[in-house]
């Protein structure tokens, strides 16, 4: 049986039957119903029943404690027994309608004393009342209650889940939101830029020129931002998926190079790639690209003119590591813990020529976790750094073919 | 009735005419009046003529009339939005040869991957270098005119 639950009380009737079945067999009652108190309404409704039809339960209805017999037992703190419910007007119509002679109420209380409901019993034939009876019916009670505390503490607890769950999609549709609409002013600025570079109306002099090319790499920094901002909400929320697939170490450390190769032109610093022949690694291949270019442009950015910076890639039992190694200022050891938190950055004094939200490097570490991996660093003060991804080969996967996305528009993360 | 068609050249129209090959036409049909404008600058500058239209029902129109080679769509659009444009334009014999090429600000891959399942051919995202829009208009359709570019 199926009954309504009010919307103050969301508790599913199939949770509670089991108590109240329980209670009929030990009380030996023919029919049973719990009737729960609705503190915003102020009255009993009844909330789940064993032994009666929906016809029969909305007989019952509901009641305002205090109003009638029916809920005197809630008002008054007492146990009602009507021996010959037939000739007691207040139950007599009910009694015959339902087909029960004796009627036991049961004031509910939580254990904190709050006013919980009463659990009603009927009993086809007349009853006499043993002592060991009035106990087990308490028990029932007792039991009946737990089952309600359970059963509204697991509602409560589902409630809050749902807002969790609510609120993490909110805050994904608005940074999508956000996203969009800084995008959309951010094409006019960077097709304008671009138009007047080549000199759609007029060919920029060498100093227009180079003011223009100022604009248009921080127009490029803030899409990164904009990125980060939008990959890192995904993150937090859980909404980002992995897809494992055999992927070249090779071809990874390629593509890496290739995006950032014009940073470490502009920055006047060397960037090396080492061969890495022959492994493969179990990873998404998208994101393990996106993790080699965080990592190798902000050691282009930290590392400085002059500099060197070296991708390289070896294969170690089941697991590969690559390390992206730099022979920049270091890291003091006080900021090593806590560089892959995200927002240190936005928090602590940057580190010298370290831009970028502070993100790039908390979503390097996910990326890496999502793929069973992990990011780890260590640093020379003075002599440099290394950033080192440690990441399962590709032996244990079934599909043995080798798949890479092709170079889209990566873009450096830092 | 006028054809929202801008020629940058006349005497390269005429040239084109004389040896009976005009240049492919682009469609842009995008509610943001700049990215519209942008698009047009460049993709004239490489040679091909531009038509724009600022809703999807009016892209539909101009897409059935002039035949483009190529259109280039916004995505959220009032409306006719550019997913629905995409498989109607895909759907319709008149316009299914044209390569359809979404810009978009929309940066997630589910709404590349929808854009792609509604018939586009490839999905820029805003903000996109001039330069990628002509590429990408140039691999599906060849470039507008070699000989006589700027």
Known sequence: MQLDTHASLPLPAAELRPALELALALARADMTVLLLHDETAGTLIPAAAYGLDDEHVALIGSHRPGADDFSAALSEHRRIVVRDAWHRDSFGPLAQALGFRSIEIVPLFSFDGKMLGELVMMFRRTRSTSKRMIKLVEHCANLVVLAVSQARARAEAERARATTEEAGRAKIQFFARMSHELRTPLQSIAGYIDLLRVGVADPPTAEQARLLARVHDSEEVLVHVIDDLITFSRLEAGHVSYQIAPVPAAEAMRIAHSVVAPLAASHGVTLETSACPGVFVAADGDKLKQILVNLAANAVKFCGEGGTVRISCQSDGDRARFDVTDNGPGIPGDRLRDIFEPYVQLATPPLEGFGGTGLGLAISREFAAGMHGQLTVASNLGRGSVFTLHIPNAVGLSDAQPTITPLADSAPTA | ?150
């Open chain 2, 1 to 150: 009735m006028s054809l929202p068609l801008r020629h940058t050249d006349l005497s390269r129209q005429s040239f084109l005419s004389a040896t009976n090959r005009l240049p492919p036409v682009v469609l842009v049909v995008d509610d943001h009046e700049e990215s519209r404008t942008i698009a047009r600058l460049v993709l004239e500058r490489a040679g091909f003529r531009v038509a724009e239209a600022s809703t999807g029902l009016e892209g539909l129109r101009l897409a059935g009339l002039l035949r483009p080679a190529a259109v280039l769509l916004d995505l959220i659009m009032p409306g006719l939005d550019g997913w629905e444009l995409a498989r109607q334009l895909h759907a319709n014999p008149a316009t299914s040869r044209a390569a359809i090429i979404a810009l978009t600000a929309l940066a997630t891959a589910e709404d590349h991957d929808r854009a792609l399942l509604a018939g586009c051919d490839a999905v820029l995202t805003k903000p996109v270098r001039p330069i990628r829009i002509v590429e990408t208009v140039q691999h599906f359709v060849g470039p507008a005119a070699a000989a006589i570019r700027i």
